[in-house]
């Protein structure tokens, strides 16, 4: 990044703010916090300019750009009312979807070979089917579409025609909204929003199972990260119109994102949560609301107790999953991926005892 941004200015700008909000987080100063203002300014306006003329030679450090301007919009102040955090939100959501059109440009075409790639993949390991069946499944989709096989098809070494499904793993209360989508009752309104809400349940899915399986992990940090990449422009809108279940599953995104120990919601993060839940509240719907107790429990619990109590929060209530298994069953099943992968290998007759004795 530092070599990068020699290059590009508003990359440069960008660093440089970022570097003067955290200088003036850990040591408030007039100074700093002027500092961070002027090259925010700074970053925006050359940053605007270069988006009209993206090049092979600036791509790669317009979308790293794009990947900090989230950092350094400013948080809502100590007197912020309700709408205030939640047009920061909104807000962060149209730029990540700015940023999700821009990495598309290369998604499926070398976007892995960029010298930034790992600050944009979205996720650093495959992960075990949940522990517990589910009547629900993900619906098939591209490689590199889903958040099944969210990263580059070339990078599953598959065909990049369409993954099988998958089950979903989520808290009860979302199951039930989801099942309520997916089977709505014959008669009263029709749900105009669900194939919106839909897909939006199932990017949630992997967050869960990542922390389940191997706890606050660098791949459950990455999965927080791109959560917002995976939002299309009608969930965006239904956002906006403050669609209570839209509300409920960002709330349980901002939650989990909190157990991240640092990044650019942390002022925020408790803000965020409270506003949603008093928007959600006001729609009175029973089993809306009902989904929003995981949530706020995970902040009151993160508050007081901190990150990892947080963490084993979020599983409380779910029938056959028990925190303390996680990592033991993902164990059995990496256990079990190698020897189906040794018995998928020829080699060539090989005394594979007398090898290992010999490597002994």
């Not at 990068?4 to 850990?26: E, G, H, K």
């Not at 090049?55 to 400013?74: C, H, M, Q, R």
């Not at 506003?275 to 609301?289: E, G, N, T, W, Y």
């Not at 029938?319 to 079990?336: L, T």
């Amino acid at each position: 990044m530092p070599e990068l941004s020699v290059t590009q200015s508003y990359l440069l700008f960008a660093l440089l703010s970022l570097a003067a909000a955290d200088r003036n987080s850990m040591q408030p100063s007039k100074h700093f916090e002027d500092l961070a203002l002027i090259y925010r300014q700074k970053t925006f306006q050359s940053y605007t300019k270069s988006l009209q003329n993206i090049t092979s030679d600036n791509y790669e450090t317009i979308l790293l750009t794009g990947t900090f301007l989230i950092a350094i919009v400013p948080h809502p102040g100590s007197d912020a009312i309700d709408d205030d955090y939640l047009d920061w939100l909104y807000t962060l959501l149209k730029m990540s979807e700015g940023l999700r059109i821009l990495a598309g440009l290369r998604w499926s075409q070398g976007i892995e070979k960029l010298s930034i790639y790992p600050l944009i993949c979205r996720e650093l390991r495959n992960l075990p089917p949940p522990p517990v069946a589910a009547s629900l499944h993900t619906r098939a989709g591209p490689l590199g579409s889903t958040p099944i096989h969210p990263n580059p098809p070339s990078t599953y070494g598959l065909p990049g025609a369409m993954p099988g499904a998958s089950t979903v793993f989520l808290p009860p209360p979302l199951m039930a909204l989801l099942e309520n989508i997916m089977h709505p009752p014959d008669t009263g309104p029709f749900d105009l929003n669900g194939n919106i809400l839909y897909p939006v349940f199932h990017v949630l899915s992997p967050m869960f199972l990542s922390l389940y399986y191997y706890r606050l992990n660098p791949d459950f940090n990455v999965r927080g990260f791109v959560f917002t990449s995976f939002l299309m422009p009608d969930f965006l809108a239904l956002v906006k119109a403050r669609e209570p279940r839209a509300l409920v599953l960002l709330a349980w995104w901002f939650a989990l994102l909190c157990l991240v120990p640092r990044g650019w919601w942390i002022g925020a993060r408790v803000g965020v949560v409270r506003a949603l839940a008093r928007a959600i509240r006001k729609s009175r719907d029973v089993q809306v609301i009902k989904a929003l107790e995981g949530p706020e429990r995970i902040v009151d619990v993160l508050m007081v107790a901190g990150i990892e109590k947080a963490a084993e929060s979020v599983f409380e209530g779910w029938e056959g999953v028990r925190w303390d298994d996680g990592p033991r069953r993902a164990e059995e099943w990496e256990m079990g991926a190698l020897v189906d992968l040794s018995d998928e290998i020829d080699f060539g007759g090989l005394d594979l005892d007398l090898d290992l004795d010999i490597a002994a």
